[in-house]
């Protein structure tokens, strides 16, 4: 929490669709609903694990949230600030505060310029006025923080692994020491043995430097190890939420059971209850009605899951469930803010 107690980061009702254009003049046809009424709020120097499978919206809310995509409706609040309807001028000041590691460390770092070029653009915007000099000893100090030699500094991104441009990104994300930085599956297309170098090295990050991560994955075991709280998502909607150990060790929501059973058990002679789904994830085109899990639930009630709608409720202190079959508690019956 900040000072006045209110979370760093507070999404409120977070939606975005996305048109699809048909004929010669690109009627819109249906929208693909990728984010729809998502609330999170992330805590100074804390971390909130968002995961699902892929095309659920986890990497379209992180990139609305930080408005590299303008969400159509709901609000975002950074430390008190309306990142939604804030004016062009507002918004590249909050740039220095609100940064985001990009999943492929492949594509995301420009093949034309150097590593000193790449993780120095950010000071070359902001901190022009300070010399070059300053912007090259700031580079070779983060790429020092990161795991790297300043010998780097003028190399291409070619010339490194995939563990080493994600370190680059890294370094890029930390140039000008934002307080909340967005983890887009930052693991995901690294080695087993990178993946545990490069989550290692965020969690001494936040310790040393204090920010706050929205971590997104869709690997359980990998979010539980650095998040202080999960939100598991699933067609757009928030489906459960609440402390990392608590969704791990008790899941409340059928799906959030479901991801879990999934988890490899390294020990060949247990054999793994798994919960298999039915069906396919539906098209976010046009979702079923009622519960968006419900046609591959094995516990639904057809009468109640297949036509009402859930909302997100507290059934525990801390713990937020959207699902019918989970009662809510005789005093927390109200959904969350």
């Avoid at 010669?24 to 999170?40: E, G, P």
């Avoid at 609000?75 to 001028?89: L, P, S, T, Y």
Wanted: aromatic content about 6%; hydrophobic content about 40%.
């Amino acid at each position: 929490m900040t000072d006045n107690g209110s979370p760093l980061v507070d999404v409120r009702g977070l939606r975005k669709y996305f048109p699809i254009k048909k004929g010669v003049l690109k009627w819109t046809v249906a929208h693909i609903q990728a984010v729809d009424d998502v609330d999170l709020a992330i805590p100074e120097r804390g971390c909130v694990g968002l995961v699902g499978e892929s095309g659920c919206g986890k990497t379209t809310t992180g990139r609305a949230i930080l408005r590299l995509i303008e969400p159509d409706a709901g609000d975002v609040f950074f430390d008190g600030i309306d990142v939604v309807n804030a004016d062009r001028d507002e918004l590249r000041r909050l740039r220095r505060d609100m940064q985001i590691i990009f999943q492929d460390p492949f594509s995301s770092l420009n093949p034309r310029f150097t590593v000193g070029g790449i993780v120095g653009e950010g000071l070359r915007v902001f901190e022009r006025d300070r010399g070059r000099q300053y912007i090259r000893d700031r580079v070779a100090e983060l790429l020092r923080t990161v795991g790297l030699s300043p010998d780097a500094t003028d190399r291409y991104p070619h010339e490194f692994s995939g563990g080493q441009r994600q370190r680059i990104g890294i370094a890029r994300a930390l140039a000008l020491n934002p307080r909340f930085i967005v983890c887009d599956e930052p693991v995901s297309a690294l080695d087993v043995s990178i993946q545990a170098q490069v989550i290692n090295l965020l969690e001494d990050l936040q310790e040393e430097f204090g920010i706050a991560y929205l971590f997104i994955a869709h690997d359980l075991s990998v979010v539980r190890h650095i998040s202080d709280e999960i939100a598991v998502m699933y067609l757009g909607w928030i489906v459960e939420r609440g402390p990392a150990d608590a969704v791990c060790d008790d899941p409340l929501h059928p799906y959030t059971k479901a991801l879990l059973s999934a988890i490899p058990i390294p020990d060949p002679h247990v054999k793994p209850d798994r919960i298999v789904l039915e069906g396919d994830v539906p098209t976010p085109v046009n979702p079923p009605p009622g519960c968006r899990f419900c046609p591959r639930c094995r516990d639904r009630d057809e009468a109640v899951c297949a036509v009402e709608v859930p909302t997100l409720q507290q059934v525990q202190p801390g713990r937020f469930v959207r699902c019918h079959r989970v009662e809510a508690g005789p005093a927390t019956e109200e959904t969350t803010p």
